[in-house]
C-alpha cells in the first residue's frame, strides 16, 4: 500500500494498492457502501466491510493491510472498521473515531487515513498506535510499521523514483505495484494466496480526481476507471 504526495501547485496524493488474499476468499469489485457520505470501495464478502473505501463527498482514503499472522477467531472485521471510518465527515473525524475504538479487538492491522493534505497510520500490532507521516512517500504492508520489510522498503524506494517522473507518475505506480523481482515481490502469483486485485487514486482538496480498478493482478489485469 502506497501513498505518494507529487509535487504541484495544488496538493495532490496519489495511492497504489494491491489486495494480496487467499484466491478463494469471496469479494465485489468497487461500489457503492454508504449514501450519506458517499462512500465508494469494494466489498469482502467473507468477513465484511472493504479493504480500501474512498469518502467522496470530503475526499480522503482509508486502506488496511493485514498482518500475517490472520484475525484470530472472534475478533472485529477490520475491513467493517475500514467502511466505519471512512464514512465519518472528515479525516479529522475518521481520526477520532480511531481513537474512541479498541484497536486491539481486531486482528492486526496497518490502516491509513489520507487526503491530498494528510496522512495519519494506524496499527495494533504490536500494540495500538495512531500517528501521522508527512513523509512523501508512504509504504506499508504487513509487517509491524516500525519494521518494514524489504518488500515495502523496494516499492516505497520505487516510488520515490517515481516521483522524479511527475509527468509518467500514474503508469510508473502501474509498474511498481506489477514488479515480480526478489523472492517476496509486491505483485504475487501462487496457488492459494496472491495479489487479487489493485486500486489506483487520485485525490485532491476535497475531492476524487480519478479511481481507476483491476480486477486481478495488476501485471495482467487492465485497470479500468470509475472517474
Same mark, same amino acid.
Given at each position: 500500500?502506497?501513498?505518494?504526495?507529487? *509535487?504541484?501547485?495544488? *496538493?495532490?496524493?496519489?495511492?497504489?494498492?494491491?489486495?494480496?488474499?487467499?484466491?478463494?476468499? %469471496?469479494?465485489?469489485?468497487?461500489?457503492?457502501?454508504?449514501?450519506? %457520505? $458517499?462512500? +465508494?470501495?469494494?466489498?469482502?464478502?467473507? &468477513?465484511?466491510?472493504?479493504? +480500501?473505501?474512498?469518502?467522496?463527498?470530503?475526499?480522503?482514503?482509508?486502506?488496511?493491510?493485514?498482518?500475517?499472522?490472520?484475525? %484470530?477467531?472472534?475478533?472485529?472485521?477490520r475491513g467493517e472498521l475500514?467502511v466505519d471510518a471512512a464514512? $465519518?465527515?472528515?479525516? /479529522? /473525524? /475518521?481520526?477520532?473515531?480511531?481513537?474512541? #475504538? $479498541?484497536?486491539?479487538?481486531? &486482528?492486526p492491522f496497518n490502516l491509513?487515513?489520507?487526503?491530498?493534505?494528510?496522512?495519519?497510520?494506524?496499527?495494533?500490532? *504490536?500494540?495500538?498506535?495512531?500517528?501521522?507521516?508527512?513523509?512523501? !512517500? #508512504?509504504?506499508?504492508?504487513?509487517?509491524?510499521?516500525?519494521?518494514?520489510?524489504?518488500? #515495502?522498503?523496494?516499492?516505497?524506494?520505487?516510488?520515490? $523514483?517515481?516521483?522524479?517522473?511527475?509527468?509518467?507518475?500514474?503508469?510508473?505506480?502501474?509498474?511498481?505495484?506489477?514488479?515480480?523481482?526478489?523472492?517476496?515481490? !509486491?505483485?504475487?502469483?501462487?496457488?492459494?494466496?496472491?495479489?487479487?486485485?489493485?486500486?489506483?487514486?487520485?485525490?485532491?482538496?476535497?475531492?476524487?480526481?480519478?479511481?481507476?480498478?483491476?480486477?486481478?493482478? *495488476?501485471?495482467?489485469?487492465?485497470?479500468?476507471?470509475?472517474?
Open positions: 500500500l502506497l501513498a505518494l504526495r507529487a *509535487p504541484a501547485a495544488e *496538493p495532490v496524493l496519489h495511492i497504489a494498492a494491491n489486495r494480496d488474499e487467499r484466491l478463494d476468499r %469471496p469479494w465485489l469489485p468497487p461500489r457503492g457502501l454508504r449514501e450519506t %457520505p $458517499q462512500v +465508494l470501495g469494494g466489498r469482502d464478502l467473507l &468477513g465484511g466491510g472493504s479493504w +480500501l473505501a474512498v469518502n467522496l463527498d470530503a475526499g480522503f482514503v482509508v486502506a488496511v493491510t493485514n498482518a500475517r499472522l490472520g484475525a %484470530p477467531p472472534g475478533e472485529r472485521s475500514v464514512a $465519518q465527515e472528515s479525516l /479529522a /473525524a /475518521a481520526a477520532a473515531l480511531l481513537g474512541e #475504538v $479498541q484497536l486491539d479487538r481486531y &486482528g491509513l487515513i489520507a487526503d491530498a493534505g494528510r496522512t495519519l497510520l494506524a496499527t495494533n500490532h *504490536p500494540e495500538p498506535l495512531l500517528l501521522e507521516s508527512v513523509e512523501a !512517500v #508512504v509504504a506499508i504492508g504487513n509487517e509491524p510499521l516500525a519494521e518494514p520489510g524489504e518488500r #515495502v522498503l523496494l516499492a516505497a524506494a520505487a516510488a520515490r $523514483q517515481a516521483l522524479d517522473r511527475p509527468a509518467s507518475l500514474g503508469e510508473s505506480l502501474v509498474g511498481v505495484i506489477s514488479d515480480h523481482d526478489g523472492a517476496d515481490p !509486491v505483485c504475487r502469483h501462487g496457488d492459494r494466496y496472491g495479489t487479487v486485485c489493485s486500486t489506483l487514486l487520485v485525490l485532491a482538496p476535497g475531492r476524487l480526481i480519478s479511481y481507476e480498478f483491476a480486477p486481478g493482478p *495488476p501485471c495482467r489485469t487492465p485497470a479500468g476507471g470509475f472517474r
